[in-house]
Protein backbone atom coordinates (compact mmCIF):
# COMPACT_ATOMS: atom_id res chain seq x y z
CA UNK A 1 0.00 0.00 0.00
CA UNK A 2 1.83 3.39 -1.30
CA UNK A 3 1.76 5.79 1.70
CA UNK A 4 0.66 9.61 0.58
CA UNK A 5 0.02 12.99 1.74
CA UNK A 6 -2.65 14.71 0.34
CA UNK A 7 -2.90 18.20 -0.69
CA UNK A 8 -6.30 20.06 -0.52
CA UNK A 9 -5.82 22.80 -2.70
CA UNK A 10 -8.97 25.67 -3.51
CA UNK A 11 -8.70 28.07 -5.60
CA UNK A 12 -11.06 31.01 -6.78
CA UNK A 13 -12.82 28.65 -9.23
CA UNK A 14 -12.02 24.90 -8.42
CA UNK A 15 -10.90 22.66 -6.00
CA UNK A 16 -8.40 19.76 -6.11
CA UNK A 17 -7.79 16.75 -3.67
CA UNK A 18 -4.22 15.66 -4.76
CA UNK A 19 -2.27 12.96 -3.80
CA UNK A 20 1.93 12.83 -3.32
CA UNK A 21 4.52 10.83 -2.36
CA UNK A 22 8.31 11.22 -2.39
CA UNK A 23 10.86 9.58 -5.54
CA UNK A 24 14.55 10.10 -4.96
CA UNK A 25 14.51 14.06 -4.99
CA UNK A 26 10.90 14.44 -7.04
CA UNK A 27 7.42 14.44 -5.59
CA UNK A 28 5.12 12.85 -7.58
CA UNK A 29 1.14 13.97 -8.09
CA UNK A 30 -1.74 11.86 -8.55
CA UNK A 31 -4.86 14.03 -8.72
CA UNK A 32 -7.46 12.19 -7.49
CA UNK A 33 -10.51 14.62 -7.42
CA UNK A 34 -10.91 17.79 -8.92
CA UNK A 35 -14.25 20.06 -8.61
CA UNK A 36 -15.96 23.16 -8.71
CA UNK A 37 -15.65 26.35 -6.65
CA UNK A 38 -18.87 28.49 -7.30
CA UNK A 39 -19.82 32.45 -5.91
CA UNK A 40 -23.37 32.70 -5.54
CA UNK A 41 -25.30 35.50 -5.31
CA UNK A 42 -27.91 35.42 -2.48
CA UNK A 43 -29.65 38.43 -1.49
CA UNK A 44 -27.66 41.76 -1.52
CA UNK A 45 -24.33 39.66 -1.03
CA UNK A 46 -22.25 37.08 -2.74
CA UNK A 47 -21.01 33.75 -0.91
CA UNK A 48 -18.83 30.61 -1.41
CA UNK A 49 -20.63 27.25 -0.91
CA UNK A 50 -18.57 25.80 1.96
CA UNK A 51 -20.99 23.38 3.00
CA UNK A 52 -20.61 21.69 -0.51
CA UNK A 53 -16.78 22.80 -0.82
CA UNK A 54 -16.62 20.51 2.26
CA UNK A 55 -18.33 17.71 0.98
CA UNK A 56 -15.91 17.42 -2.34
CA UNK A 57 -12.86 17.28 0.31
CA UNK A 58 -14.60 14.61 1.96
CA UNK A 59 -15.06 13.06 -1.19
CA UNK A 60 -11.84 13.29 -2.68
CA UNK A 61 -10.13 12.37 0.96
CA UNK A 62 -12.52 9.27 0.24
CA UNK A 63 -11.64 8.41 -3.25
CA UNK A 64 -7.44 8.22 -2.16
CA UNK A 65 -8.28 5.89 0.61
CA UNK A 66 -10.34 3.86 -1.80
CA UNK A 67 -7.32 3.83 -4.27
CA UNK A 68 -5.56 1.87 -2.05
CA UNK A 69 -3.30 4.67 -0.48
CA UNK A 70 -2.65 4.95 2.90
CA UNK A 71 -3.20 8.57 3.72
CA UNK A 72 -0.03 9.79 6.21
CA UNK A 73 -1.19 13.46 6.43
CA UNK A 74 -3.22 15.74 4.92
CA UNK A 75 -2.55 19.64 4.14
CA UNK A 76 -4.98 22.45 3.49
CA UNK A 77 -4.61 25.64 1.40
CA UNK A 78 -7.02 28.55 -0.64
CA UNK A 79 -7.09 31.89 -1.22
CA UNK A 80 -6.67 34.44 1.36
CA UNK A 81 -8.45 37.01 3.31
CA UNK A 82 -11.85 35.32 3.45
CA UNK A 83 -13.53 33.53 6.85
CA UNK A 84 -16.02 31.79 8.37
CA UNK A 85 -17.22 32.71 11.79
CA UNK A 86 -18.10 29.79 14.80
CA UNK A 87 -20.01 29.91 17.81
CA UNK A 88 -19.18 28.15 21.20
CA UNK A 89 -20.50 25.50 20.17
CA UNK A 90 -18.63 24.93 17.04
CA UNK A 91 -21.62 25.28 14.72
CA UNK A 92 -20.87 27.40 11.76
CA UNK A 93 -22.47 30.99 11.25
CA UNK A 94 -23.56 31.71 7.83
CA UNK A 95 -21.45 30.35 4.50
CA UNK A 96 -18.39 32.80 4.03
CA UNK A 97 -19.08 36.18 2.40
CA UNK A 98 -16.72 35.56 -1.17
CA UNK A 99 -13.99 38.75 -1.20
CA UNK A 100 -15.92 40.16 -4.32
CA UNK A 101 -18.70 40.88 -2.75
CA UNK A 102 -19.27 44.53 -2.58
CA UNK A 103 -19.86 45.66 1.47
CA UNK A 104 -16.54 46.73 1.47
CA UNK A 105 -16.70 49.14 -1.47
CA UNK A 106 -15.23 52.75 0.48
CA UNK A 107 -14.27 51.14 3.93
CA UNK A 108 -11.45 51.66 3.65
CA UNK A 109 -11.20 55.58 3.40
CA UNK A 110 -13.30 55.01 6.28
CA UNK A 111 -10.63 53.03 8.35
CA UNK A 112 -8.03 55.30 7.07
CA UNK A 113 -9.76 58.18 8.78
CA UNK A 114 -9.30 56.36 11.79
CA UNK A 115 -5.53 55.41 11.42
CA UNK A 116 -2.80 56.60 9.51
CA UNK A 117 -2.06 55.01 6.56
CA UNK A 118 1.77 54.98 7.06
CA UNK A 119 2.24 54.19 10.44
CA UNK A 120 -0.61 51.29 9.26
CA UNK A 121 1.77 49.78 6.76
CA UNK A 122 4.82 50.47 9.20
CA UNK A 123 3.42 47.64 11.20
CA UNK A 124 1.53 44.86 9.43
CA UNK A 125 3.40 45.39 5.98
CA UNK A 126 -0.05 44.99 3.84
CA UNK A 127 -1.20 46.15 0.36
CA UNK A 128 -4.16 48.31 1.30
CA UNK A 129 -7.33 46.28 -0.68
CA UNK A 130 -10.67 46.68 -0.32
CA UNK A 131 -10.96 42.65 -0.08
CA UNK A 132 -8.61 42.53 2.78
CA UNK A 133 -10.46 40.65 6.02
CA UNK A 134 -9.60 44.25 8.08
CA UNK A 135 -11.87 45.82 6.08
CA UNK A 136 -14.87 42.92 4.97
CA UNK A 137 -14.67 42.73 9.23
CA UNK A 138 -14.91 47.09 9.53
CA UNK A 139 -18.04 46.63 6.85
CA UNK A 140 -19.47 43.70 9.67
CA UNK A 141 -19.58 46.19 12.66
CA UNK A 142 -20.57 49.23 10.68
CA UNK A 143 -23.84 47.40 10.01
CA UNK A 144 -24.22 46.42 13.44
CA UNK A 145 -24.05 42.71 12.55
CA UNK A 146 -25.45 40.63 15.52
CA UNK A 147 -22.51 37.45 14.05
CA UNK A 148 -20.30 39.37 16.09
CA UNK A 149 -22.45 38.84 19.21
CA UNK A 150 -22.73 35.03 18.16
CA UNK A 151 -19.16 34.64 17.05
CA UNK A 152 -16.88 32.58 19.12
CA UNK A 153 -13.86 32.38 16.60
CA UNK A 154 -12.93 33.48 13.52
CA UNK A 155 -11.08 30.85 11.11
CA UNK A 156 -10.03 31.66 7.90
CA UNK A 157 -10.68 29.47 4.90
CA UNK A 158 -8.05 26.64 5.49
CA UNK A 159 -8.59 26.77 9.27
CA UNK A 160 -12.25 26.51 8.87
CA UNK A 161 -11.44 23.48 6.44
CA UNK A 162 -9.42 21.80 8.85
CA UNK A 163 -11.47 22.75 11.93
CA UNK A 164 -14.37 20.53 10.54
CA UNK A 165 -11.93 17.24 10.16
CA UNK A 166 -10.07 18.39 13.58
CA UNK A 167 -12.13 19.78 15.91
CA UNK A 168 -8.97 22.37 16.34
CA UNK A 169 -9.44 25.52 16.23
CA UNK A 170 -6.23 28.17 15.46
CA UNK A 171 -4.80 30.48 12.43
CA UNK A 172 -2.21 29.63 10.01
CA UNK A 173 0.26 32.63 10.31
CA UNK A 174 0.39 32.70 6.16
CA UNK A 175 -3.41 33.16 5.75
CA UNK A 176 -3.49 35.01 8.63
CA UNK A 177 -0.66 37.59 7.21
CA UNK A 178 -3.28 38.29 4.39
CA UNK A 179 -5.92 39.79 6.44
CA UNK A 180 -4.23 43.42 6.92
CA UNK A 181 -4.29 43.05 10.85
CA UNK A 182 -0.84 40.89 11.42
CA UNK A 183 2.26 42.45 13.04
CA UNK A 184 4.69 41.63 10.33
CA UNK A 185 7.80 41.42 12.22
CA UNK A 186 6.15 39.92 15.63
CA UNK A 187 4.06 37.39 13.61
CA UNK A 188 1.10 37.50 15.38
CA UNK A 189 -1.60 40.24 15.85
CA UNK A 190 -1.73 43.51 16.05
CA UNK A 191 -4.32 43.86 19.03
CA UNK A 192 -3.90 47.26 19.42
CA UNK A 193 -4.94 48.04 15.86
CA UNK A 194 -8.20 45.65 16.64
CA UNK A 195 -9.14 47.43 19.52
CA UNK A 196 -8.38 50.98 17.82
CA UNK A 197 -11.25 49.65 15.31
CA UNK A 198 -13.04 48.22 17.75
CA UNK A 199 -13.15 44.72 16.29
CA UNK A 200 -14.03 41.93 18.71
CA UNK A 201 -10.78 41.02 19.94
CA UNK A 202 -11.73 37.11 21.16
CA UNK A 203 -12.31 36.17 17.47
CA UNK A 204 -8.49 35.79 16.60
CA UNK A 205 -6.67 32.66 17.59
CA UNK A 206 -3.61 31.25 18.51
CA UNK A 207 -1.46 31.78 15.48
CA UNK A 208 0.02 28.17 14.10
CA UNK A 209 3.12 28.08 11.83
CA UNK A 210 3.74 26.01 8.93
CA UNK A 211 4.64 22.85 9.77
CA UNK A 212 3.15 22.53 12.94
CA UNK A 213 0.67 19.47 13.92
CA UNK A 214 -3.33 20.75 13.50
CA UNK A 215 -4.65 17.41 15.27
CA UNK A 216 -5.84 14.12 13.87
CA UNK A 217 -8.92 13.42 11.58
CA UNK A 218 -11.86 13.10 14.07
CA UNK A 219 -13.40 9.74 14.58
CA UNK A 220 -16.69 10.39 12.80
CA UNK A 221 -14.83 11.62 9.87
CA UNK A 222 -12.74 8.86 9.75
CA UNK A 223 -16.03 6.25 9.88
CA UNK A 224 -17.54 7.91 7.18
CA UNK A 225 -14.94 8.28 4.83
CA UNK A 226 -13.58 4.39 5.82
CA UNK A 227 -10.48 4.96 7.30
CA UNK A 228 -9.82 2.92 9.82
CA UNK A 229 -6.46 4.59 10.60
CA UNK A 230 -4.78 7.75 12.14
CA UNK A 231 -4.15 10.80 9.46
CA UNK A 232 -2.61 13.73 10.82
CA UNK A 233 -3.55 17.18 9.41
CA UNK A 234 -0.90 20.05 9.25
CA UNK A 235 -0.45 23.81 9.02
CA UNK A 236 1.13 23.98 5.50
CA UNK A 237 1.62 27.44 4.07
CA UNK A 238 -2.02 27.79 4.17
CA UNK A 239 -2.43 30.77 1.84
CA UNK A 240 -1.70 29.44 -1.79
CA UNK A 241 0.43 31.60 -2.59
CA UNK A 242 3.21 30.78 0.02
CA UNK A 243 2.86 27.25 -0.65
CA UNK A 244 3.47 27.78 -4.29
CA UNK A 245 6.41 30.12 -3.76
CA UNK A 246 7.95 26.83 -1.20
CA UNK A 247 7.30 24.93 -4.50
CA UNK A 248 10.59 26.55 -6.02
CA UNK A 249 12.17 28.88 -3.40
CA UNK A 250 12.66 26.50 -0.48
CA UNK A 251 16.35 26.08 0.84
CA UNK A 252 17.73 27.88 -1.66
CA UNK A 253 19.25 30.96 -2.87
CA UNK A 254 16.35 33.31 -3.85
CA UNK A 255 17.52 36.98 -4.03
CA UNK A 256 18.03 37.62 -7.78
CA UNK A 257 14.75 35.50 -9.02
CA UNK A 258 11.43 37.37 -8.97
CA UNK A 259 8.27 34.61 -9.01
CA UNK A 260 4.96 34.95 -10.57
CA UNK A 261 2.02 32.74 -9.04
CA UNK A 262 -0.01 32.92 -12.11
CA UNK A 263 -3.78 31.72 -11.38
CA UNK A 264 -7.16 34.27 -11.31
CA UNK A 265 -4.63 36.09 -9.22
CA UNK A 266 -1.14 36.92 -10.45
CA UNK A 267 1.50 37.49 -7.46
CA UNK A 268 4.54 39.09 -8.19
CA UNK A 269 7.67 39.34 -6.06
CA UNK A 270 10.80 37.51 -4.35
CA UNK A 271 11.24 35.80 -1.00
CA UNK A 272 12.58 38.09 1.78
CA UNK A 273 14.10 36.71 5.40
CA UNK A 274 12.67 40.26 6.89
CA UNK A 275 9.54 42.45 5.76
CA UNK A 276 10.08 45.63 3.54
CA UNK A 277 8.21 47.97 5.89
CA UNK A 278 9.40 51.41 4.37
CA UNK A 279 6.82 54.16 2.68
CA UNK A 280 8.28 53.50 -1.28
CA UNK A 281 6.96 49.79 -1.05
CA UNK A 282 3.44 50.80 0.73
CA UNK A 283 3.34 53.50 -2.24
CA UNK A 284 4.03 50.88 -4.99
CA UNK A 285 1.45 48.83 -3.05
CA UNK A 286 3.78 45.80 -2.34
CA UNK A 287 2.93 43.46 0.65
CA UNK A 288 4.56 41.22 2.82
CA UNK A 289 2.91 37.84 3.01
CA UNK A 290 4.13 35.16 5.22
CA UNK A 291 5.79 32.35 3.93
CA UNK A 292 7.27 29.24 4.91
CA UNK A 293 10.24 28.78 7.61
CA UNK A 294 10.60 32.47 8.41
CA UNK A 295 10.41 33.97 5.17
CA UNK A 296 8.44 36.63 4.22
CA UNK A 297 6.47 36.83 0.20
CA UNK A 298 7.40 40.35 -0.72
CA UNK A 299 4.74 40.84 -3.63
CA UNK A 300 2.08 42.54 -5.60
CA UNK A 301 -1.76 41.39 -5.62
CA UNK A 302 -2.19 41.83 -9.60
CA UNK A 303 -5.35 41.03 -11.05
CA UNK A 304 -4.67 38.02 -13.35
CA UNK A 305 -6.66 35.37 -15.39
CA UNK A 306 -9.87 36.32 -14.03
CA UNK A 307 -9.93 38.52 -17.05
CA UNK A 308 -9.77 35.52 -19.12
CA UNK A 309 -11.74 33.08 -16.85
CA UNK A 310 -14.59 35.49 -16.92
CA UNK A 311 -14.47 36.00 -21.45
CA UNK A 312 -14.70 32.42 -21.21
CA UNK A 313 -16.87 32.14 -18.90
CA UNK A 314 -19.12 34.84 -21.56
CA UNK A 315 -17.82 33.01 -24.97
CA UNK A 316 -19.58 29.87 -23.35
CA UNK A 317 -23.05 31.30 -22.43
CA UNK A 318 -23.12 32.69 -25.91
CA UNK A 319 -22.40 29.43 -27.46
CA UNK A 320 -18.85 30.66 -28.93
CA UNK A 321 -15.67 29.13 -29.36
CA UNK A 322 -14.12 28.78 -25.89
CA UNK A 323 -10.88 26.26 -26.83
CA UNK A 324 -7.52 27.42 -25.35
CA UNK A 325 -6.28 26.11 -28.94
CA UNK A 326 -8.34 28.38 -30.74
CA UNK A 327 -8.38 31.50 -28.63
CA UNK A 328 -4.61 31.46 -28.12
CA UNK A 329 -3.74 31.07 -32.07
CA UNK A 330 -6.29 34.00 -32.66
CA UNK A 331 -5.18 36.09 -30.00
CA UNK A 332 -1.41 35.25 -31.83
CA UNK A 333 -2.75 36.54 -35.38
CA UNK A 334 -5.02 39.99 -33.27
CA UNK A 335 -2.75 43.00 -34.72
CA UNK A 336 -4.94 45.00 -31.85
CA UNK A 337 -2.45 46.34 -29.27
CA UNK A 338 -5.12 47.83 -26.79
CA UNK A 339 -3.50 47.61 -23.45
CA UNK A 340 -5.57 48.37 -20.37
CA UNK A 341 -5.11 48.90 -16.25
CA UNK A 342 -6.04 45.09 -15.14
CA UNK A 343 -5.97 46.80 -11.49
CA UNK A 344 -8.66 49.34 -12.56
CA UNK A 345 -11.50 48.78 -10.09
CA UNK A 346 -13.99 48.36 -12.97
CA UNK A 347 -12.60 45.03 -13.58
CA UNK A 348 -12.83 43.87 -10.14
CA UNK A 349 -16.37 42.14 -10.71
CA UNK A 350 -18.14 42.76 -13.82
CA UNK A 351 -21.20 40.96 -14.59
CA UNK A 352 -19.98 40.84 -18.40
CA UNK A 353 -16.07 41.11 -19.23
CA UNK A 354 -16.57 42.41 -22.55
CA UNK A 355 -18.75 45.83 -21.52
CA UNK A 356 -16.21 46.23 -19.16
CA UNK A 357 -13.30 46.64 -21.00
CA UNK A 358 -15.31 48.12 -23.64
CA UNK A 359 -16.12 51.10 -21.19
CA UNK A 360 -12.37 51.54 -20.08
CA UNK A 361 -11.68 51.87 -23.75
CA UNK A 362 -14.20 54.35 -24.41
CA UNK A 363 -13.14 56.15 -21.41
CA UNK A 364 -9.51 56.01 -21.67
CA UNK A 365 -9.12 55.82 -25.45
CA UNK A 366 -7.37 53.35 -26.62
CA UNK A 367 -8.93 51.13 -29.56
CA UNK A 368 -11.75 49.05 -28.64
CA UNK A 369 -11.15 45.13 -29.11
CA UNK A 370 -14.10 43.33 -31.73
CA UNK A 371 -13.04 39.66 -31.73
CA UNK A 372 -12.41 36.89 -29.22
CA UNK A 373 -8.93 37.04 -30.61
CA UNK A 374 -8.66 40.55 -29.92
CA UNK A 375 -10.19 40.37 -26.34
CA UNK A 376 -7.64 37.76 -25.72
CA UNK A 377 -4.66 39.72 -27.24
CA UNK A 378 -5.55 42.56 -25.17
CA UNK A 379 -5.73 41.02 -21.90
CA UNK A 380 -2.40 39.23 -22.37
CA UNK A 381 -0.90 42.49 -23.85
CA UNK A 382 -1.89 44.20 -20.58
CA UNK A 383 -0.77 41.29 -17.99
CA UNK A 384 2.81 41.18 -19.60
CA UNK A 385 2.74 45.41 -19.11
CA UNK A 386 1.64 45.08 -15.54
CA UNK A 387 4.30 42.34 -14.79
CA UNK A 388 7.02 44.66 -16.73
CA UNK A 389 5.86 47.97 -13.94
CA UNK A 390 6.04 45.17 -11.09
CA UNK A 391 9.45 44.48 -11.83
CA UNK A 392 10.68 48.19 -12.34
CA UNK A 393 8.93 48.64 -9.28
CA UNK A 394 10.54 45.93 -7.30
CA UNK A 395 14.40 46.80 -8.33
CA UNK A 396 13.60 50.05 -6.93
CA UNK A 397 13.62 48.96 -3.74
CA UNK A 398 16.59 45.93 -3.92
CA UNK A 399 20.44 45.88 -3.90
CA UNK A 400 20.51 44.41 -6.61
CA UNK A 401 18.20 43.69 -9.57
CA UNK A 402 15.81 40.51 -10.39
CA UNK A 403 18.00 38.48 -13.63
CA UNK A 404 15.15 35.83 -13.99
CA UNK A 405 11.57 35.14 -13.65
CA UNK A 406 9.67 32.36 -12.78
CA UNK A 407 6.05 31.65 -13.56
CA UNK A 408 4.57 29.11 -11.40
CA UNK A 409 0.97 27.59 -11.46
CA UNK A 410 -2.00 27.21 -14.01
CA UNK A 411 -1.01 30.26 -15.66
CA UNK A 412 2.74 28.97 -16.85
CA UNK A 413 0.94 27.08 -19.26
CA UNK A 414 0.30 29.94 -21.45
CA UNK A 415 2.96 30.15 -23.85
CA UNK A 416 1.71 33.66 -25.40
CA UNK A 417 1.15 35.14 -22.11
CA UNK A 418 5.07 34.08 -21.19
CA UNK A 419 6.95 35.35 -24.43
CA UNK A 420 4.81 38.43 -24.31
CA UNK A 421 6.10 39.33 -20.56
CA UNK A 422 9.65 38.01 -21.45
CA UNK A 423 9.52 40.75 -24.30
CA UNK A 424 7.79 43.27 -21.99
CA UNK A 425 10.16 42.99 -18.94
CA UNK A 426 13.56 41.87 -20.73
CA UNK A 427 14.37 39.41 -18.22
CA UNK A 428 14.72 35.37 -19.54
CA UNK A 429 11.33 33.77 -18.19
CA UNK A 430 11.02 30.29 -16.68
CA UNK A 431 7.92 28.19 -16.63
CA UNK A 432 6.54 25.28 -13.96
CA UNK A 433 5.51 23.71 -12.27
CA UNK A 434 1.43 23.56 -13.22
CA UNK A 435 1.23 22.37 -9.53
CA UNK A 436 4.04 24.18 -7.61
CA UNK A 437 0.92 24.91 -5.36
CA UNK A 438 0.15 21.10 -4.21
CA UNK A 439 4.01 20.59 -4.88
CA UNK A 440 4.64 22.89 -1.89
CA UNK A 441 2.16 21.94 0.34
CA UNK A 442 3.39 18.61 0.24
CA UNK A 443 6.92 19.57 0.34
CA UNK A 444 5.93 21.01 3.72
CA UNK A 445 3.97 18.02 4.77
CA UNK A 446 6.90 15.51 4.19
CA UNK A 447 9.65 17.38 6.26
CA UNK A 448 7.24 17.97 9.25
CA UNK A 449 6.55 14.45 9.16
CA UNK A 450 10.28 14.05 9.13
CA UNK A 451 11.38 15.95 12.55
Known amino acids: MKEVHLAIDFGGGSGRVIAG???GNEIILDTIHRFRNRQIILGKHVYWDFLSLFEDMKQGIRMANEKGYHIRSIGIDTWGVDFGLIDKNGNL???PVCYRDSRTNGVPDEVFGIIDRSEHYGKTGTQVMPINTLFQLYAM????SRLFELADKLLFMPDLFSYYLTGVANNEYTIASTSEMLDAEKRDWDMQLIEKLGLPKHLFCDIAMPGESRGMLKPEIKEELGIDY????FAVASHDTASAAYAI?????????AFISSGTWSLLGIMTD???LTEKARIAEFTNEGGAENKYCFIQNITGLWFVQKLIELWKEQGKDTAYDILIPAAEKAEIN???DVDAPIFQSPRNMEKAIDQ?????????PESQGEYMRCVLLSLAERYRKGINELNSMLEHPVECLHIIGGGSQNNLLNRLTEEATGLKVLTGPVEATAIGNIKLQIKAMSK
Open 21 to 23: YLS
Open 93 to 95: LGN
Open 141 to 144: KKEN
Open 230 to 233: DVEV
Open 249 to 257: TGNSDTSNK
Open 274 to 276: KPI
Open 338 to 340: TII
Open 360 to 368: YCMENGPQK
